[in-house]
């Protein structure tokens, strides 16, 4: 017991530390020395009782430790864990520094109160024995399952590890394993980010000769991390303490486009900054990429710290010593610091934009450099690159501020002047060419490249005459002596052979300033011209046309009428050297007019010049075999096009024609010609909606197989500004575009992956229109991904499916559009829903797949009031998901409960007050059948409750009441139910397949067969007007009609003879033709595990639906009437079937004589039909089955189920789609089946109706055949 006292008090007095260090940071160095005298006295009182020198800390340690253990089990937050972890590192640092303290100023004779008393091994014992304990109790917590434990010990690890001072090597092998493993392989990111803090401080102790082969150092793991961790707060730690050497600065480097702008703006604020002593440890390249990328960033904080780097850069430039220049000014050195600034750029190579962007930024963050500038007539005598790049950005910036005072003071030369300063450096420019082409002439090999030295000093010619000619287009021209001596100089410029390309440009922006119009700018430029195709010109013909060019009211008349652009000889008259020689001055002539229509905004008819450059230039260049020639002409025939519509009209065909076969950069430059002429344009390029529409899935179809990136990235950029801009509107284009901007071959596309991130969600949040088109593609987009995310390969990455529907359901959400407050919008993801849970009906469908949708409906955002009928949709799905599709995992079963219960809940007072007698539509029919289930007969029992009947049953759940849904086993979804009846039907199937149509049109399978009292209501007033009016006229407007559904709700009038009961169909001016195809027997249902995706649309749509379609055709020539008679009934029914016989058999497939209603129907209901995929026709058997039989139904039928012998499949579509009418127009000859959705498999053995070949259409671009 007298033991444990002093245990005790030991524990108490430790305590009392501990719980002082956690209330200040102030008090860490007065309890580290309290804390100290504890442990000293400690192994004092062991040392005197073992009579030894080397003492025993078990005791502390041992309570030491059980105030650490408090504090790594604590949740990270709280900050007062934050300063015991603080105050633990400090005693560590402590304890190490008294015990170099007490070994430096020990004497051997002289007792000291020290826990490094003794020898050297003894003090080097008691000294690590403490650090060691704790270390590796410490690191036993790296793999504890508790992450708060792990993170706590790997952040005190972390605050220790610099002051762990001398520890053993296999301490420090097993804390660098540890530390390797937690920084690359925790699943938490704050702990891998403190490992990787840990560890950078290893760096320093690891010998790389001591590695074994194949083991990464912790450099090298480090740099992994900066570069692949998913976390950027783990690629920032890394980045904060990796340190900054030759080896590493590549990949420092990198982080400037990293994802996270906190990540690029701790590269140039808390890297680069403080840490490069000198930006010429840098090359030019890097200085150049780390400049554009940052000043270049979207991020303004990025900016803000980019800008601050490059004021750095400024300050160590300046403090550098300067050579002497030619020129002397009282601006205190700060021009000659700029000059010597910009030496750190490429400015007679691409570098000079750069180098301009440098300045401008440090204009902002430092004004009063530019005003300090004065401009003596020795600093143009002796212009350098750096120096004119210096005047230009001076200039512009004055412009730009409106600091003409700064202008004014810095003593600018005037335009004269200035256009003496033009000549001279004209002059050097061709005294440099001149021993360019001496140099050339000595050498043997002419197409040997020239001297270093020659080329240099050419490049640096070319950049200060091109930028004084930027800086002559900002003068002011007032002065005309000054403006003729400038157009001379210009003009002579632009006449010279031998001139370099970038400068024409330079050139022409000179007189596009100077002259008058752009008349006589095109005037001038067909004179050079003319000039270089003929050089035999006589001189002074010459220098009196060029009095005649300065003066500026020259008009066209001057030109001679007798010149002209055709050569004097023809090209088949040439030797070799003079064809060549020719191509060159073609090609310059071709460069020269190619940048004067580049500014020239008026049109071709107004400049009758043009024609003569058109004709005997570009079109000669067009037919061209050559590249580089063909390229040019077909820009310059693009450009011409943008100021001639009918060039355009009539040049079309000629650049769609040479897309496929062309090289790369020659299919670069034609698809910025169609983009920009379609733009331009619109519709006007073609005469027939047909055509654009062609050109449009021709450009898209070049899209899903071209491999070239370039090409890739300028059709995915055209192809977006056409839907941006509302000239496309078709859901393939956005398909396309969503499939190639997750695609993993376009990864590595920059380009095409920044275009279409951008254009998303522009395009979807812009409008609610936009986001119902995206979501209309969604599930079939959603099968493309995931079957690519199937077939990737080892070096491929791609989104998962998952994320790639997050992303849709992300750009489809109402609350992110512009037009929020619109119905439209707020039924999207409403829409989304029902088409997710369309798809979870197909059994079929992989677990993976279901758990990816049935994530996706918990992320959708429900918004109300939503449209009747497609909250009845959505109402009746999701009541009997779970009972017809039993899904197998119940994690799935138990999120499509949730989503129905917020459904129920939310939308629960809606659903109450719907009337749902009114949807016993067509499409209600339809999509019950889809589900598996006979529709409830609500309208029969509204007629059986008199005058105000009662709410019918809803179906939500609930709402539910027993014994009013019919649900029969044959059409349930489970899995583990069997149906015998389907059974039989299947092997029926087969034997029909087998033996050809039945013999019998007796159903094989039930048929419900309803009284006369419980039939249906007819449709509304607009259908019965349709019909054969006769006796029954008055009877039909004596009954309530059905309320017609809200326009949301898609009727295909098709369907509208299976509704109505046999008198009904008696009355109809069809004849005996009808009786015979609604008599057409149903075919078998197959077997529930069957699957064929086309056959599904046809299931519920017997013969007698084409009978709409074909008055639809019609309705567009003959205006419908109110009453139609009962004689004229066949007439017209006969003249409609005529006429539309052709459509009718290109869209249906059958050729079976089918009668028409009298009157054609409401156009409003026939073009919303259309919006559904039309329906496989029935097989030629089973019309001539029904042809023979006359026995009409008993009663009233419903339409059966199932009637055309196929298990119904489903389809990532909550409606059927017919084509539009100018789809129907397109498909002259008859439509193949849908295609099955990628994923299924067939469904059915029976073979599919062959559809008889098709004479290939002439028109396949539209109209514009390949030349």
């Known amino acids: 017991m007298a033991g444990a006292e002093p245990t005790q008090e030991l524990q108490a007095s430790v305590a009392a530390i501990f719980e002082q260090a956690q209330t200040s940071l102030a008090n860490h160095r007065k309890n580290c020395v309290a804390l100290y005298k504890f442990h000293v006295s400690t192994v004092d009182k062991k040392k005197s009782k073992k009579k030894s020198g080397s003492g025993d800390q078990t005791a502390f340690i041992g309570i030491f430790l059980d105030m650490v253990s408090r504090v790594v089990a604590v949740k990270k937050g709280p900050a007062t864990v934050d300063r015991v972890i603080k105050f633990i590192a400090q005693y560590v640092r402590f304890v190490n520094e008294k015990a170099l303290e007490e070994k430096a100023k020990r004497q051997p004779q002289v007792p000291t109160n020290s826990i490094s008393s003794g020898s050297a091994d003894e003090d080097d014992t008691v000294a690590s024995v403490f650090v060691s304990t704790i270390l590796e109790w410490l690191v036993q917590g790296f793999v504890a399952k508790n992450k708060n434990v792990r993170y706590e010990t790997v952040h005190l690890v972390a605050e220790m590890i610099s002051f762990l001072g001398e520890i053993d090597e296999d301490s420090y092998l097993s804390l660098r394993e540890s530390l390797i493993e937690r920084s690359t392989c925790d699943k938490e990111s704050t702990i891998r980010a403190q490992a990787v803090s840990a560890l950078a401080r290893l760096i320093g102790s690891e010998d790389p000769s001591e590695l074994q082969d194949g083991e990464k150092s912790i450099l090298d793991v480090l740099l992994d991390v900066m570069n692949s961790d998913p976390a950027p707060e783990v690629r920032r730690a890394a980045l904060l303490h990796v340190p900054l050497t030759a080896v590493t600065l590549p990949s420092v480097l990198t982080r400037t486009r990293d994802v996270d702008a906190v990540t690029r703006k701790l590269v140039y604020a808390s890297v680069l900054t403080p840490r490069l002593e000198h930006p010429r440890h840098l090359s030019v390249a890097q200085r150049e990429q780390l400049v554009q990328t940052g000043l270049g960033d979207r991020e303004p904080a990025v900016r803000l710290a980019a800008g601050k780097m490059v004021a750095a850069w400024f300050e160590l430039v300046l403090a550098d010593p300067v050579e002497d220049l030619p020129w002397t000014g009282d601006d205190g ?734 009355q109809e001016g069809g004849g005996e033709d009808e009786e015979e195809e609604d008599a057409r027997p149903p075919t078998p249902s197959p077997k529930p595990k069957a699957k064929k995706a086309p056959a599904r649309r046809s299931r519920s749509k017997p013969a007698p639906s084409e009978k709409p379609e074909a008055a639809s055709d019609e309705e567009v020539k003959v205006a419908p009437k109110p009453r139609a008679s009962r004689a004229k009934a066949p007439a017209r029914a006969k003249r409609s079937q005529s006429k539309g016989a052709k459509r009718e058999s290109d869209h249906s497939g059958d050729e079976t004589p089918v009668s028409v209603p009298p009157a054609a129907a409401p156009r409003k209901s026939t073009r919303r039909s259309r919006s559904k995929n039309p329906p496989p026709p029935p097989p030629e058997e089973d019309l001539d089955s029904n042809a023979e039989n006359d026995t009409p139904p008993l009663g009233p039928v419903t339409p059966p189920k199932n009637t055309n012998g196929r298990k119904r499949v489903r389809t990532p579509g909550a409606k059927l789609a017919l084509p539009s009418p100018a789809d129907k127009k397109r498909r002259k000859p008859a439509a193949a089946p849908a295609p099955a959705p990628v994923g299924t498999r067939r469904s059915s053995r029976r073979t599919p109706r062959e559809v008889a070949p098709v004479p290939a259409s002439d028109d396949e671009f539209g109209g514009y055949s390949e030349s």
């Open 333 to 1066: 050195g700060i021009m000659a610091g700029l000059i010597a600034f910009l030496t750190l750029f490429d400015v007679v190579g691409p570098g000079e934009a750069v180098a301009v962007d440098a300045l401008l930024s440090l204009a902002g963050s430092r004004a009063d450099v530019f005003d300090v500038f004065v401009f003596s007539e020795e600093y143009w005598r002796n212009l350098t690159p750096e120096s004119a790049v210096l005047a230009r950005a001076f200039l512009e910036r004055s412009l730009t501020d409106k600091r003409e005072d700064r202008l004014e003071s810095a003593s600018l030369p005037v335009v004269t002047a200035f256009a003496f300063h033009i000549q001279e450096a004209y002059n050097q420019l061709l005294a440099a060419l001149d021993d360019a082409e001496v140099a050339r002439s000595l050498n043997d090999n002419p197409d040997d490249e020239l001297p270093e030295d020659i080329e240099e000093e050419l490049a640096k010619r070319e950049v200060i005459l091109g930028e004084l000619l930027r800086m002559a287009v900002k003068l002011d021209y007032m002065d005309e002596i000054g403006r003729r001596k400038v157009y001379t100089v210009t003009r002579d410029m632009l006449a010279h052979p031998q001139l370099p390309p970038g400068l024409i440009d330079r050139c022409l922006d000179v007189l596009k300033e100077i002259m008058p119009t752009e008349r006589e700018l095109i005037r001038v430029v067909v004179e050079i011209v003319m000039d270089l195709r003929e050089p035999e010109e006589e001189e002074g013909e010459n220098n009196e046309q060029e009095q005649e060019l300065t003066r500026s009211d020259i008009t066209q008349s001057t030109l001679r009428k007798e010149r002209s652009m055709r050569r004097a000889k023809d090209r088949q008259e040439m030797t070799a050297e003079e064809a060549a020689s020719a191509d060159l001055v073609d090609m310059r002539c071709l460069t020269l007019v190619i940048s004067m229509l580049e500014r020239v905004h008026g049109n071709f008819e107004d400049n009758s010049t043009l024609e003569g450059i058109l004709a005997d230039l570009i079109i000669p260049a067009v037919r061209r075999k050559e590249v580089g020639i063909r390229e040019k002409g077909l820009v310059g025939l693009g450009l011409c096009c943008l100021i001639a519509k009918s060039i355009a009209i009539k040049s079309l065909q000629l650049f769609l024609s040479q897309i496929q076969n062309a090289p790369e950069q020659l299919k670069f430059k034609i698809l910025q010609i169609v983009f920009d002429l379609m733009v331009m344009y619109d519709r006007q390029l073609w005469g027939r909606e047909e055509d654009g529409q062609a050109i449009l899935t021709f450009l898209v179809d070049t899209l899903d197989v071209e491999e070239s990136p370039v090409v890739q990235a300028v059709l995915c950029v055209g192809l977006a500004k056409l839907l941006l801009a509302g000239l496309a509107q078709d859901p393939k284009i956005i398909k396309s575009l969503l499939l190639a901007y997750v695609s993993p071959f376009t990864a590595n596309n920059a380009e095409l992956r920044q275009c279409l991130s951008y254009f998303f969600s522009v395009y979807c949040y812009s409008s609610a229109d936009n986001q119902s088109r995206l979501r209309t593609i969604f599930m079939s987009a959603f099968d493309e991904v995931t079957r690519m995310h199937d077939e990737l390969e080892e070096d491929q990455t791609m989104i998962s499916p998952q994320q790639f529907g997050l992303l849709v359901v992300d750009w489809t959400d109402s609350r992110k559009a512009a037009e929020t407050a619109t119905q439209a919008s707020r039924r999207i993801h409403a829409e989304l829903a029902v088409d997710i849970l369309v798809a979870l009906y197909d059994s079929d469908r992989r677990s993976e797949d279901q758990e990816v949708l049935c994530t996706l409906l918990g992320h959708l955002h429900l918004e109300g009031p939503l449209a009747a009928p497609l909250l009845v949709k959505l109402s009746v799905l999701l009541k009997h998901i779970q009972t017809q599709c039993a899904f197998d995992d119940q994690t799935l079963d138990k999120a499509i409960g949730r989503f129905k219960n917020r459904v129920t809940t939310q939308f629960e007072a809606d659903l109450t007050e719907v009337d749902w007698a009114e949807y016993g539509t067509p499409e209600m029919q339809e999509l019950y059948e889809f589900i598996g289930i006979d529709m409830p007969d609500w309208a029969s029992e509204k007629e059986k409750a008199g005058s105000r009947p009662a709410t019918p049953e809803s179906p939500i759940p609930s709402k539910s009441r027993k014994g009013k849904e019919k649900a029969p086993p044959r059409r349930s979804r489970s899995k583990s139910a069997p149906a015998p009846v389907e059974d039989t039907d299947q092997d029926s199937d087969d034997a029909e397949d087998d033996e050809g149509p039945p013999p019998s049109p007796t159903p094989m399978r039930k048929v419900s067969v309803e009284p006369p009292e419980r039939q249906p209501s007819p449709p509304p007033e607009s259908e019965s007007e349709q019909e054969g009016g006769g006796e029954d006229e008055e009877e039909e407007d004596a009954r309530p009609p059905t309320p017609s559904p809200k326009p949301k709700a898609k009727k295909a009038p098709a369907r509208r003879s299976r509704s109505k009961p046999e008198s009904e169909t008696e």
